[in-house]
């Protein structure tokens, strides 16, 4: 009845669409909306699109603090109520005290929050309801005592601030309809800023999920205690990555990196709690940590990231631009990100096989070829559009030629790679001029080649960049076969490839002669400077 009440007051309060509503209040919506996604009480009105269930609101709880002064009473009681039981306000702080009491033992910083609990070495589990079983309450704090073994004790993260003196809290809400958590932060005694953890009984369904999961959120502590500079995105990435450190041989973070493969096209920071595929984009940009650790230093390099980030922007707030972290560190971004392409492109990383295989936006079967950019799959900043050319194509030796041409706005990548037994042979980046255009080669090996095109708006950054809104550009491309081939027998004529978002060849029919091929190139070419646009 509690709830069904709040949810009354609630409807009452959120202003109606036809209102005319203020940028305020859409974000106050889309806030709402997304915490009834997964955790209103009435069930039906949770979002289907997030029925993979098993996910982190971790940045959305930080988006709630950002713009907690949007929420009327009965807004911030019901959010609390879904959040932190156990508070009267989520977003209500104790005072800092510059003498404060000496730590009670078995307490965390914040307190005794739950009737019970179970005390660990490093963690406080506590829950109120029945429903919770100490068994799933010893279970999570193993599983959180695993991670801090292996996080702090052999990777070397930071330990959370106030873990001298402090157990931290890790709250059980029995809700078994939803399988997530997140760690999130409440000012304590003289400390500042401590960081505890809340799950949901749903997620311990999943052993190995409960595992990688309890990994995941001691991650986010660690963040929290390391800095809070990089942008949302980087942080569920970095924790989802961690947890392949954690527990090896779970590999439940392999089925969230389709949230990259699937939507490429999609800016590598993006960040929102509101659209599905970008939230789970952010689950998979991990593979950016895989990137990072199989070909750019182990590990430590992501763990560099956040300690570039401790170092350098102490007082910044979800803004650090990736790129500028990387450069920061002594890497090359061009250099790291033209490789990072060139990989996704049959997944050479370490774990191939956990890896999905990235979605195309073309598969060419026929040279020449011409295509311009589809409007549907358009890159926004730092996505990226796959296009594969099939090795029937050219023999070993033979020389793809590509000529691309971007729109202006951005800086472009367009990078050429040739394949052998799915992995990466050669890499070559297109030199582009002024305009954008430039044109290169690449020589076939005995597997497909691969044309990657990215755009850079250095624009497209920071905490108040719309990732819901973003621009996308547009690009056209055009490809042909020098060589021997050629030479001897002329280069082949008709169908240019799939032009549907699919990993799939197309037909391969032939047709009568070069003269329609060539005149359907044209037109499309003209059709395509006409439809350029950035939305």
């Given at each position: ?93 104790t005072?800092?005290?510059d ?19 179970l ?57 078994m ?16 800023y ?33 800095s ?5 995105w ?82 910044s ?31 050479d990383y ?88 430039g ?22 950054q ?27 027998s ?35 070419m ?10």
């Open positions: 009845m509690f709830y069904l009440t709040l949810l009354v007051i609630l409807a009452g309060t959120r202003p109606s669409l036809a209102d005319n509503p203020t940028r305020e209040q859409l974000l106050k919506q889309s806030l709402l909306r997304a915490i009834d996604a997964r955790l209103s009480p009435d069930h039906s009105i949770r979002d289907s699109r997030y029925s993979r269930g098993r996910d982190c609101l971790t940045p959305l709880v930080m988006e709630l603090h950002q713009n907690q002064a949007l929420f009327d009473p009965a807004e911030r009681a019901y959010l609390t109520s879904l959040l932190v039981p156990w508070k009267d306000d989520i977003f209500q702080d005072p800092l005290s003498d404060p009491a000496p730590p009670l033992a078995g307490y965390s910083c914040h307190g005794r929050q739950g009737n019970q609990q005390l660990g070495e490093h963690f406080s589990v506590e829950w109120d309801d029945a429903g919770v079983s100490e068994s799933t309450a010893q279970f999570f704090l193993e599983s959180l005592e695993y991670a801090w073994n292996v996080e702090v004790d052999e990777m070397g993260w930071n330990a959370p601030l106030s873990s001298d003196d402090y157990p931290i809290l890790a709250y059980i809400v029995d809700d309809s939803y399988s997530g958590a997140f760690t999130s932060v409440s000012q304590c005694s003289s400390y500042g401590v960081p505890y953890i809340v799950a949901y009984t749903g997620a311990f369904s999943w052993d190995t999920w409960a595992e990688d999961m309890a990994a995941h959120e001691f991650n986010h502590a660690i963040q929290f205690s390391t809070w500079a990089h942008e949302f980087w942080w569920e990435a970095t924790a989802t990555w961690v947890e392949d450190q954690v527990h090896p041989d779970n590999d439940t973070w392999s089925y969230y990196i389709s949230g990259y493969s699937d939507n490429p096209e999609l800016g590598m920071t993006a960040s929102s709690q509101q659209d599905p595929d970008i939230f789970y984009h952010m689950y998979g940009m991990a593979i950016m940590g895989f990137h990072l650790n199989d070909h750019f230093g182990g590990a430590e390099a992501v763990k560099s990231t956040w300690d570039f980030a401790e170092e350098n922007y102490p007082y707030y979800y803004g650090l631009y990736f790129p500028d972290a990387i450069d920061g560190m002594g890497l090359d971004f061009q250099q790291f990100y033209v490789d990072f392409m060139a990989t996704s492109t049959v997944m370490e774990q191939q096989d956990l890896f999905p295989n990235i979605d195309l936006v073309d598969s060419i079967t026929w040279l020449p070829a011409s295509k311009s950019s589809d409007a549907s799959t358009e890159p926004e900043s730092l996505g990226q559009n796959y296009v594969r050319f099939s090795s029937t194509l050219g023999q070993p030796g033979d020389e793809l030629e590509v000529t691309f041409d971007g729109e202006q706005g951005p800086d472009w990548f367009a990078v050429l790679v040739s394949t052998e037994d799915s992995r990466v042979v050669e890499t070559l980046l297109l030199d582009l001029d002024e305009t954008n255009s044109t290169g080669r690449i020589t076939f090996a005995s597997g497909n080649v691969y044309l990657v095109i990215s755009p850079m708006d250095d624009d497209a920071g905490e108040s960049y719309d990732w819901t809104n973003a621009d996308h550009w547009s690009y056209t491309w055009e490809a042909d076969l020098v060589g021997a081939q050629q030479e001897d002329g280069s082949a004529s008709g169908d240019t490839g799939d032009d549907s978002k699919q990993d799939s060849a197309s037909c391969g029919c032939s047709s009568a002669g070069p003269a329609p091929a060539t005149w359907l190139s044209l037109l499309a003209v059709f395509a400077g006409l439809a350029r646009r950035k939305p």
